[in-house]
């Protein structure tokens, strides 16, 4: 058997009204390569008619595809590091199934590894999501840079290449919650990014509503640094200082001035807001104490029902 040179992983999560338009641009775009390739699909539970149509696909190109058949619904990223898992390319290609990132970029993204650089980020040329996910998307980039230090000009784009050596260390890993192209870059040597074509989505809807995305960065930043923490106690430190300072002020003028009955309110209001930080910083502890509690109980990241691929007979 001829090992593929690249692999192409597809998360596939009930994408039944786009995997044909899908399969028309990927697999000659892949083939115009002249590469030996491989293209993973991995179904994470869909509840349409994508493990069949992945089945059909299978049966028609036995020779390039490979399929993993989630035995449930276990996320993208769970799904990509199973496709991770059974890649055996040189290069692995992630790319969603939704056909907003051109398949026919997988070449930009090849010949920039042939430069040297082991791990190549993507950056959307032009996007054509909602204004809303558009901004918040480019606040939650800052601040993680800020808190991480990890370097993505667009984290939301899942579409990257990474090498061998790349993959072989993600695959030692045995994190419950993660986010790969943050975990990939900390093992990268040499990484780079260049600006790939951004369609509109072909068929369906997002699976990514406001509140995934909240806690995709939550999994982000508490995965990846423990700066909240610490800002965090900094912040308390500050507070109980400033806190002193002004029971020392306040029980002064009560000695000066004598008994006084405004100002109630304004230390309800002081009182409120710090109790608001407070509860902030307890729920920030609690997401920390929640990954630990996840990882410890060391229950598997998902589940395969089947392997569908073509076996070697020698």
Not at 124 to 143: E, I, Y
Request: glycine share 8%.
């Amino acid at each position: 058997m001829t090992y593929p040179v690249v692999s192409v992983v597809i998360p596939v999560y009930n994408e039944e009204e786009g995997l044909a338009a899908l399969f028309a641009r990927l697999y000659p775009a892949l083939d115009a390569l002249g590469t030996p390739y491989e293209v993973i699909f991995v179904n994470d539970g869909s509840r349409d008619r994508s493990p069949q149509i992945l089945a059909d696909q299978f049966h028609a190109r036995p020779d390039v595809t490979r399929v993993v058949l989630f035995d449930g619904n276990f996320g993208q990223h769970r799904a990509i590091m199973a496709g991770f898992e059974h890649a055996r390319g040189q290069r692995i290609i992630t790319l969603d199934a939704d056909l907003q990132n051109p398949p026919e970029d997988i070449k930009v993204l090849l010949d920039k590894m042939d430069e040297g650089y082991d791990y190549v980020g993507s950056i959307r040329r032009q996007r054509n999501d909602s204004l809303w996910r558009h901004v918040a998307s480019r606040m939650m980039n800052n601040l993680r840079e800020r808190i991480t230090r990890i370097k993505m000009t667009d984290q939301g784009c899942m579409f990257r290449a990474y090498s061998r050596r790349i993959i072989d260390t993600i695959n030692q890993c045995q994190e419950m919650h993660t986010f790969i192209p943050a975990l990939a870059y900390q093992f990268a040597q040499n990484p780079t990014e260049v600006v790939v074509g951004h369609e509109e989505r072909f068929a369906g809807e997002s699976k990514y509503s406001l509140y995934s995305l909240i806690r995709l960065n939550f999994d982000l930043m508490t995965g990846f640094s423990i700066v909240p923490l610490q800002f965090f106690s900094m912040l308390g430190m500050a507070i109980s200082l400033l806190s002193g300072i002004l029971v020392i002020y306040l029980a002064a003028r009560r000695l000066i001035i004598g008994p006084e009955e405004g100002g109630l309110f304004t230390l309800f209001g002081i009182a409120f807001f710090l109790i608001g930080i407070a509860l902030f910083g307890i729920g920030m502890l609690g997401e920390y104490t929640g990954r630990i509690y996840q990882e410890v109980r060391r229950r598997p990241r998902y589940m395969i029902a089947a392997v569908l691929e073509e076996r070697d007979e020698t």
